[in-house]
């Protein structure tokens, strides 16, 4: 059963399995309210002061994108994997259905259909409503997103899903109406019937460590014989980075 968390406590344990760079999943239920911030958005300008000013705790992420609200309720997810895994590949930036698939099955389990598809590039600094990356929807509104941290060695590809719409926060940071936050938006408390976030987490829990152990090879017994067998095939080699660029953020 998943217990509320802060969002910072979450991103220092994610951040913590990046470094680590070997394959993990991690799932939580957030408390609120906050708004985190891009790694190249600017933490002193008008946006994160106006949040401030709301209440809101400004944080900052290690990954791509710009802001993000999180409201008491929100499921939190994050995904570690290491840079080698063939699960990444080359195309990791447009690889958010593939990364992200445990959140459509968790969706499934619980008889909603989701599906990651290209950003709706309606709002410029909101992450869910913005022109990069790609989006979670159910009947055609956003109910979650994903960002990506990239290093020499790992990728970590974390993701959020609404639990209940905070209105006020996207009108006032983002000039959103609530029609246009009825067109673009919906929550796991906007389905019919509405889905429980904790029960929600958990079938994400179970779906994700479920991915992270299809790429963990089983131990060789003593009695197994390779002999005869096709040599295996290695995975895509790592991207490297060109001397002095920094770390690839995606959103």
Do not use: K
């Not at 259909?113 to 009947?139: I, K, M, N, Q, Y």
């Not at 970590?156 to 067109?183: K, N, S």
């Not at 938006?185 to 889905?195: C, E, H, K, Q």
């Amino acid at each position: 059963m998943l217990e509320p968390q802060p969002l910072e406590s979450f991103l220092q344990a994610e951040r913590a399995a990046l470094a680590d760079a070997r394959p993990a999943a991690h799932v939580a239920l957030l408390e609120g309210p906050a708004i985190s911030l891009g790694a190249a958005t600017d933490r002193s300008g008008a946006l994160a002061a106006t949040a401030a000013s709301m209440g809101l705790a400004v944080i900052r992420r290690s990954t791509g994108g710009e802001a993000v609200v999180h409201g008491a309720g929100d499921v939190a997810w994050s995904l570690v994997l290491p840079r080698h895994d063939p699960r990444v590949g080359h195309d990791f930036t447009r690889a958010y259905g593939r990364l992200g698939r445990a959140a459509a099955e968790a969706f499934r389990a619980m008889h909603v259909e989701a599906t990651w598809v290209a950003p709706l590039a309606v709002h410029p600094s909101l992450c869910l409503l913005g022109p990069r990356g790609s989006v979670l929807v159910v009947d055609h509104r956003v109910i979650g997103g994903a960002a990506q941290h990239l290093t020499r060695s790992a990728i970590l590809h974390h993701g959020i899903i609404t639990g209940a719409l905070d209105r006020a926060p996207l009108r006032a940071l983002f000039a959103l109406t609530d029609g246009e936050i009825d067109r673009h938006l919906t929550s796991l408390a906007d389905l019919r019937p509405p889905v429980d976030a904790r029960a929600f987490g958990d079938r994400l829990a179970v779906a994700l460590d479920r991915f992270v152990a299809e790429g963990i090879p089983a131990p060789a017994r003593a009695t197994d014989s390779t002999e005869g067998e096709p040599p295996a095939t290695a995975g895509p080699p790592p991207l490297r980075p060109r001397p002095g660029s920094p770390p690839n953020r995606r959103s």
